[in-house]
Structure formats: structure tokens, C-alpha cells
């Protein structure tokens, strides 16, 4: 070998080496452009997720609220339809009393006799108190019963009636009734002093 292919060989491996260390340089350039890049789309993605969470739970808050909206609206209709018409099953349950009552009163007419008046009054009242029961509606008991202030309502005292009428009801002059165990009417009563 003479020098000039020494020079060539080595300068081949002096080139050699050169290129080596430019695609070492190229590649680590590349990874590194990679990376950034890598950490340019790590920086996006975690926004638009975020974004995109943001738009689901949106979306929820919307439908939720919407769905509330119909459901206020739907429980205020129903709760008007009751009120409106919470009374006919009531009113339909009375119609054959009053059915009776009108039968009465066209016989009434054509008879004198008082106690057949009485019994029909007496039936029609039966009747009646049957279906006020039926819907729930019972009267209160005064005969013989401590006043109590929840059921009663004391229109007079009466003295000097002894010890053992004391706070006791003497007499009822209207009727009490409870819907469902509530009062709808407190019985007016005497209570004795």
C-alpha cells in the first residue's frame, strides 16, 4: 500500500466515520423533533379532551334540566286535573241520593201520611251517610267524650253541672266530620264547667 491509499483508505474511514456521525446527528435530530412534536400532541390531546368532556357534560346538564322542565310541567297539569276534578268520584257517589231525594219529594205529594215521609227522610239520610263512609268521610264522636280542642270547638260552657261533667261535652249542637282522619268540620258542642 502506498501512502496515497493509505490517505484514500484512511480518508475513506475518516468519511466513514464522518457519515456515521452525521446519521447519528441526523437520527438523534430526529427523535428529538419527534419528541417535541410528541409533546406538541400531549399538549392537544389533554385539551381537546377536556373539550370534549366539557361538550358531553353539557350536553347532560342540558338534557337533565330539559327533562326537569317536562316533568314540573307534567306534575303541574296533573296536580290542576286533580284539583278540577278531584271531586267527581265524590259527586258521582251522591248522584243516587240525590236521585232519591227527588223520588221523595214527587211522592211526598201524593201522600198525607207523616211517618211515611219520616221513614223515606230516614232512608235517604242512611243512604247518604253510607256513601259519605265510603269516601272516606266519618263523624265525630261527642256522646259522653273529653273535650278535646283537635275535635272540638266550644261554643258554650255550662256551669254547675258536678265534678265528673267537668271538661266533659254536655251537648253537640253540630256535628264534627274527619276526611281521612282530618278534620273537615269541628263539632260544636256545650262543655260543662
Known sequence: MTEKDINIEDGETLNEEKV???DIKAETEAEESEKSEESVEAETDPLEAAEAQIAELKDKYLRTMAEFDNYR????????????????????????VIDDMERAIANGEKTEDPQVLREGMQLIYQKLMKVLEAQGVSKIETQDADFDTNLHEAVALVPGMGDDKKGKVIDCMATGYKLNDKVIR??????GQ
Do not use: C, F, H, S
Open 20 to 22: 456515521q456521525d452525521t
Open 73 to 96: 310541567k307534567r306534575t303541574l297539569k296533573e296536580r290542576t286535573e286533580l284539583i278540577l276534578n278531584g271531586g267527581e268520584k265524590t259527586i258521582t257517589a251522591l248522584l243516587p
Open 186 to 191: 269541628y263539632a260544636k258542642v256545650a262543655v
